[in-house]
């Protein structure tokens, strides 16, 4: 009697286990395209030309921004991520190549200046936009939990903790090199913080741009991104 | 050698319920072995069997959703897009049927978003 008991009761386990794992959905891993931005060829020739800074203002300002160039850092940055994971041509405008204006707005809609660049430069496509690197200190008096290892009760008290955080705002503008019309205006933002008040600002500056990277390059070429669903098995 | 015997029917039981294929006239025997080949990444096959299941049982919300899932990652999304409306319909409120339909909206309202015109293109 006893032993059949337990035999039923095994079944029941089991079936239970075995209804259970069933329908309970699963977390599965997808790989999605992400459709390049600009429907390009793949090996057209582009040129960067220089971005308006919008944190020059600031510069006189913020010490810690004076040793970051930003635009040649930029640059840098990224002709060096398009020759490597595209296979467009990336040639940078000559150095007297001067914007016409300091606003983006205008910017974009200086439509001769931009063929005239795309001729200069025998480009089909011509990038420009404007940059925005903030570096904050976010240091400041914040309350954490903590428990009183005499009493045991939770208390709440106010601890000075050091943070940086490092702003970096893109806008992109793409132009069609031989009509100087503008192909696209994107917009890319990253915001990163440090647990320490003197964080360095370059390093800062690349750990934006690289949580930007598949985004930048997703202008010019497909990229793909993983992606959770669930799903059922019974 | 009871309690032994006991524990072995057990495990018979469980894993005679997890990886068993028979009868693949079944939809949810079509629907396990879509789901184990998912996991695996086959999501051609995965497709294909939880269209077999689909067959068998067409109000199956699940099967829809599963077989959405397989769509999506073969990057047939608009027929992806109907799998998921058809699960919703069938089963409005099942949350993870919705929560894998936000995620997709999401991405799918990017992928579709048009956004400028070629350069250089002809």
């Known amino acids: 009697m006893f032993r059949r008991t337990r ?30 931005k600009l429907p390009l060829r793949g090996n057209e020739r582009i040129a960067l030309a220089p971005f308006i800074l919008v944190t020059d203002a600031e510069k006189a300002r913020d010490k810690r921004l004076q040793n970051v160039d930003l635009q040649g850092e930029f640059h840098r940055f990224l002709k060096k991520q398009l020759e490597k994971k595209t296979k467009f041509e990336i040639v ?44 904050e200190d976010r240091s400041g008096y ?14 709440y008290r106010q601890v000075y903790v050091e943070q940086t ?32 008040r003197k964080a360095d600002e370059l390093q800062g500056l690349f750990e934006n741009l690289f949580s930007l990277e598949n985004q930048i390059l997703n202008t010019f070429v497909a990229r793909d991104r993983e992606a959770e669903r669930y799903i059922f098995k019974d | 050698m009871n309690r032994s015997r006991t524990w072995i029917l057990t495990f018979l039981l469980v894993a005679g319920g997890c990886t068993s294929y028979n009868h693949p006239e079944r939809a949810e025997t079509q629907m396990k072995f879509g789901t184990d080949v ?30 959405a899932v397989a769509l999506e990652a073969n990057g047939d999304f608009a027929r992806a897009l109907a799998e998921y409306k058809k699960a919703l319909e069938l089963d409005p409120n099942n949350n993870y049927i919705r929560r894998n339909y936000a995620r997709f909206a999401e991405f799918y309202t990017s992928y579709t978003k048009t956004t400028g015109k070629a350069a250089g293109v002809p």
């Open chain 1, 92 to 135: 940078e405008t000559p150095a007297d190549v001067k914007l016409p204006t300091q606003n983006l707005t205008e910017l974009a809609r200086a439509q001769e200046f931009w063929a005239s660049v795309g001729a200069q430069t025998n480009s089909e496509v011509v990038v420009s936009g404007s940059l925005e690197f903030k570096v």
């Open chain 1, 142 to 155: 914040k309350t954490e939990e903590y428990t009183s290892p005499i009493d045991g009760r939770t208390y």
């Open chain 2, 38 to 67: 998912a996991k695996k990444g086959l999501w051609r096959e995965a497709a294909f069997r939880y269209e077999q299941a689909i067959t068998k049982a067409p109000d199956n919300a699940h099967a829809h959703n599963n077989l």
């Open chain 1, 165 to 196: 955080g490092f702003l970096f705002d893109i806008v992109f503008l793409v132009f069609d090199g031989r009509t100087g019309e503008r192909l696209l205006q994107d917009e890319f933002k990253d915001f990163r913080q440090t647990s320490s």
């Open chain 1, 7 to 36: 035999v039923s009761a095994a079944v029941l386990l089991a079936l239970a286990v075995a209804a259970g794992a069933a329908a309970s959905p699963e977390e599965v891993k997808l790989r999605l395209p992400l459709k390049a």
